[in-house]
């Protein structure tokens, strides 16, 4: 039970856990695009984001490194501060009572933290190609995708990543030992699906980590080191969006029938900050 731990201990964990997708789920994306063969899109040493999938890893290789990215520190950390590792879901959980706002905003916190801290030290380990050519990860628009249809894309697999989390997390009758394995399946699956649309970043801290770091490089000298921001707007609302439709949908039509959405039991309230039922 989370109540057991402080709340530096559970941001703690949401730092280290946001800190694995970048670190290894970002990271994969820069490893992709360092691998694609010159004369291919995105082999000619800069930044081209239609270049991604391209390399050695390729779609599949990305997407399993996701998986395991979000995984494992759901099983590792999940008891501690519930792993929410991801902006969308806490506001999602505030949203509906289920962690108070005090605690929501530590998360926040560690959570955009951690996301940097995950590109920071990736650039560190592979270096200024990481930023220019391989933008530390960073999710953005793919060509011949206006941004509406990019934000419509974030708000879509966001929320099913959030009905995920209610059914395997939140939900009493939900198969919660399996809550990292199909969490992680689901964002591998968004990455499959809908990578070379948006990036699929389900998570505003996924992707303003990779952000904030790159500008970091740039002040750092790095030339060639994308700047992003003016995609950021899409990448905060669509999971956002996303997330509180997809709590509030999972309530309406699962737990309300149920008459366990309305009021929170004693335990709930006890234990708010892991947004488990």
Same mark, same amino acid.
């Given at each position: 039970?989370?109540?057991?731990?402080?709340?530096?201990?559970?941001?703690?964990?949401?730092?280290?856990?946001?800190?694995?997708?970048?670190?290894?789920?970002?990271?994969?994306?820069?490893?992709?695009?360092?691998?694609?063969?010159?004369?291919?899109?995105?082999?000619?040493?800069?930044?081209?984001?239609?270049?991604?999938?391209?390399?050695?890893?390729?779609?599949?290789?990305?997407?399993?490194?996701?998986?395991?990215?979000?995984?494992?520190?759901?099983?590792?950390?999940?008891?501690?501060?519930?792993?929410?590792?991801?902006?969308?879901?806490?506001?999602?959980?505030?949203?509906?009572?289920?962690?108070?706002?005090?605690?929501?905003?530590?998360?926040?916190?560690?959570?955009?933290?951690?996301?940097? /801290? $995950?590109? *920071?030290?990736?650039?560190? !380990?592979? %270096?200024?190609?990481?930023?220019?050519?391989?933008? @530390? &990860?960073?999710? +953005?628009?793919?060509?011949?995708?206006?941004?509406?249809?990019?934000?419509?894309?974030?708000?879509?697999?966001?929320?099913?990543?959030?009905?995920?989390?209610?059914?395997?997390?939140?939900?009493?009758?939900?198969?919660?030992?399996?809550?990292?394995?199909?969490?992680?399946?689901?964002?591998? /699956? $968004?990455? *499959?699906?809908?990578?070379? !649309?948006? %990036?699929?970043?389900?998570?505003?801290?996924?992707? @303003? &980590?990779?952000? +904030?770091?790159?500008?970091?490089?740039?002040?750092?000298?790095?030339?060639?080191?994308?700047?992003?921001?003016?995609?950021?707007?899409?990448?905060?609302?669509?999971?956002?969006?996303?997330?509180?439709?997809?709590?509030?949908?999972?309530?309406?039509?699962?737990?309300?029938?149920?008459?366990? /959405?309305?009021?929170?039991?004693?335990?709930?309230?006890?234990?708010?900050?892991?947004?488990?039922?």
């Amino acid at each position: 039970m989370t109540e057991e731990y402080t709340l530096t201990q559970k941001a703690l964990a949401e730092f280290l856990g946001m800190y694995s997708i970048v670190f290894f789920g970002a990271g994969a994306v820069v490893i992709d695009f360092l691998t694609v063969p010159p004369g291919v899109t995105g082999g000619g040493g800069e930044f081209v984001t239609g270049g991604l999938g391209l390399g050695t890893l390729g779609w599949v290789g990305i997407a399993l490194a996701f998986w395991a990215a979000v995984a494992l520190p759901i099983y590792v950390f999940g008891p501690v501060s519930g792993q929410h590792i991801n902006p969308a879901v806490t506001v999602a959980f505030w949203l509906t009572d289920r962690i108070e706002a005090r605690a929501a905003g530590v998360y926040l916190v560690a959570q955009l933290l951690g996301g940097l /801290a $995950g590109a *920071l030290s990736f650039l560190a !380990i592979r %270096g200024p190609e990481a930023a220019r050519v391989g933008a @530390l &990860g960073a999710t +953005a628009v793919f060509p011949g995708v206006v941004p509406w249809q990019a934000l419509l894309n974030e708000i879509v697999i966001t929320f099913f990543l959030m009905i995920v989390i209610m059914a395997v997390a939140v939900d009493d009758r939900g198969p919660e030992r399996l809550a990292g394995f199909l969490i992680g399946f689901i964002v591998a /699956a $968004g990455v *499959l699906a809908t990578g070379n !649309i948006s %990036g699929a970043s389900f998570n505003p801290a996924r992707t @303003l &980590g990779p952000y +904030a770091a790159n500008t970091v490089a740039s002040l750092l000298g790095v030339e060639g080191a994308p700047n992003l921001w003016e995609q950021a707007w899409i990448y905060v609302l669509g999971p956002i969006v996303g997330a509180v439709l997809g709590v509030y949908l999972y309530e309406y039509l699962v737990l309300e029938p149920r008459g366990t /959405a309305s009021e929170p039991t004693e335990a709930e309230s006890e234990d708010v900050e892991a947004g488990r039922a």
